[in-house]
C-alpha cells in the first residue's frame, strides 16, 4: 500500500547551520595543525627520532578505540538540561583549547623527556577530541530527520572543515615565521596559541546555537553496551561508512604528513607547500558547494563513485607533470576537487547509518555509531602519518643529507598511497545500502 510521505521539516535557521558547520572548524583547526606539522615540528624543529614519532602516533590512536566506543556507549545513555550532545561540546572545549597549546610547548632536557611529553600530550588531544566530536557529529541526527537539510549541514561542516584546513596548513608556517621572529620553536607555539583561541570560540558557538530535536524515546532504557556494540557491527550502513571514512583520512593523513617533504625533497619547490596543503581545503571549500546538488541527483553511491573515478585518473597523471608547476597544481586542484565530494557524502552517510540501524534494530544509538565512526577519522589520520614517519625512518631520511632513496621513498608514499586507498574507498561505496532506512520503514508499515 502506498503510505503518506511524512510532513517537510521547517528549515533551519542560518546562524544554527553555520554554528554546526563552524563546529568543525573548532574541533578541526587544532587537529589540522597537528596532523600537518606535527610530525615536520617533532622530526625538524626538535630533532625527536622519526620512528619514535609514529609509535607515538599510531598508539595513541589504538588508546582511542577503546575511548571512543566508551564514549558513544556514554553519550547514548546521557539525559541532561543541555541535552545529550551538547553538554559534552561545553565542557571539552576549553580542555581541549589548552591540551593542543600544551602540545607545542615541549620543555627542554633529554629526548626521553620530550617524547613523554609528546606521548602525553598527543593521547590527551585525542581523548578530548573523543569526548567533544563525538558528540557533535551525533549531533546532526539530532537536529533534522529531512535528508535535504542534513546534505546542507554536512555542506557547512565541509566549509568548517575547509577553512580550518586553509588555515591550519597555509597560515601555519607563514604566522611561525611572522610570530616566531625566526624561531621556529616559539613561532610554532604563539600560532597555537592563535587558534586555539579561534577554536575555542567556534566550540562555544555551537553549543550555544544549535539545538537537539529528534532524539528518541527519552524515557526508553538504552540496551547494554554489548547489545548495541552487536547491533552497530550488524549495521550494513555503518560498515560501509566506518571503512569509507577510514580509507579517506588514511590517505589525508599521509597526504598532510607527506607534502612538505614531497614539495622539498621531489619537486625541489618549497613555496609549493603553501599551495599545495590550502588547496586540499580550498577545494573542500568549493565542492561543499557542489556537492549537495550532485549527490541529492546521483546517491550517495553513484556520486562517490564518479568522483572517486575522477579523482584516480587525475591522481594517475601527476607525476608525468612534475616539471610544469601550473600543469601539477593544476591536475592536483581537480583531483582535490573531486575528492572533496565524499566528505559531504560522509557527512551525511553518518546521519543516514542511524535512520537504517532505527529501521532494523528499533533504536537509534547516534553515540555509538558516531563513535565509531570518530574513531575511524582517527584511526585512518594516525595510520597515514605513522605511515609517511615509518618511511622516512626506513629510508634513513636526515634534513640537510637526503639520500637518492629516501626521495625515492617520499616520492613513490606521495603517488603510491592516494592511488591504492581511492581504489579501496570506490570498491567499499559499491556496498552502500540503494535504499534508505525511511524507505524501508514505509514499506514496513
Known amino acids: 500500500m502506498l503510505v503518506a510521505s511524512p510532513p517537510r521539516e521547517p528549515r533551519l535557521g542560518l546562524v544554527e547551520r553555520l554554528s554546526y558547520g563552524f563546529g568543525d572548524f573548532g574541533y578541526s583547526l587544532p587537529y589540522n595543525m597537528v596532523g600537518a606539522f606535527l610530525l615536520y615540528y617533532y622530526t625538524v624543529v626538535l630533532r625527536l627520532p622519526a620512528a619514535a614519532v609514529g609509535t607515538i602516533f599510531l598508539t595513541a590512536r589504538l588508546f582511542d578505540a577503546v575511548v571512543d566506543l566508551g564514549v558513544g556507549v556514554l553519550l547514548d545513555r546521557t539525559r541532561s538540561r543541555w541535552g545529550r550532545a551538547r553538554p559534552y561540546i561545553l565542557f571539552t572545549s576549553v580542555p581541549y583549547a589548552v591540551v593542543f597549546v600544551a602540545i607545542f610547548l615541549v620543555p627542554a632536557g633529554s629526548v626521553n623527556a620530550q617524547l613523554a611529553w609528546a606521548f602525553v600530550t598527543f593521547n ?8 567533544g566530536s563525538i558528540p557533535y557529529t551525533a549531533l546532526l541526527p539530532m537536529m533534522t530527520a529531512d535528508t535535504d537539510q542534513r546534505l546542507k549541514l554536512g555542506s557547512m561542516r565541509s566549509i568548517g572543515t575547509s577553512v580550518s584546513v586553509i588555515l591550519g596548513t597555509a597560515a601555519t608556517m607563514p604566522l611561525v615565521g611572522l610570530l616566531g621572529g625566526g624561531n621556529e620553536r616559539k613561532g610554532f607555539l604563539l600560532t597555537a596559541l592563535l587558534f586555539g583561541v579561534l577554536a575555542l570560540a567556534a566550540m562555544l558557538a555551537l553549543f550555544r546555537n544549535c539545538r537537539e530535536r529528534h532524539v528518541g524515546d527519552a524515557d526508553a532504557a538504552p540496551a547494554p553496551a554489548p547489545t548495541a556494540i552487536g547491533e552497530m557491527l550488524r549495521n550494513r550502513a555503518w560498515w560501509v561508512c566506518f571503512l569509507f571514512t ?12 607527506v607534502t612538505a617533504f614531497f614539495a622539498i625533497e621531489v619537486l625541489k619547490r618549497p613555496w609549493m607547500i603553501s599551495v599545495m596543503l590550502p588547496a586540499i581545503s580550498g577545494m573542500l571549500l568549493l565542492a561543499a558547494f557542489v556537492a549537495p546538488p550532485i549527490l541529492s ?4 553511491r553513484g556520486g562517490s563513485l564518479g568522483a572517486l573515478g575522477l579523482s584516480l585518473l587525475l591522481f594517475a597523471l601527476l607525476p608525468f607533470a612534475e616539471a610544469s608547476p601550473i600543469a601539477f597544481l593544476s591536475l592536483y586542484l581537480a583531483a582535490s576537487m573531486a575528492t572533496s565530494i565524499t566528505i559531504t557524502a560522509i557527512f551525511t552517510m553518518i546521519a543516514e547509518s542511524v535512520d537504517y540501524h532505527e529501521a532494523r534494530f528499533g533504536s537509534r544509538n547516534e553515540g555509538l555509531l558516531s563513535a565509531g565512526v570518530s574513531l575511524a577519522t582517527k584511526i585512518g589520520m594516525a595510520l597515514g602519518s605513522a605511515a609517511i614517519a615509518y618511511a622516512l625512518a626506513y629510508a634513513a631520511y636526515a634534513p640537510g643529507a637526503v639520500t637518492p632513496a629516501a626521495v625515492l621513498t617520499i616520492r613513490w608514499a606521495y603517488y603510491g598511497a592516494p592511488l591504492l586507498l581511492l581504489s579501496l ?9 540503494a535504499r534508505t532506512a525511511r524507505v524501508d520503514v514505509a514499506l514496513q508499515i
Open 297 to 300: 541527483r546521483t546517491g550517495i
Open 124 to 131: 590527551l588531544l585525542g581523548l578530548l577530541m573523543s569526548f
Open 246 to 257: 577510514l580509507l579517506y583520512f588514511v590517505r589525508f593523513g599521509a597526504m598532510l604528513s
Open 425 to 433: 574507498q570506490a570498491l567499499c561505496i559499491l556496498f552502500w545500502p
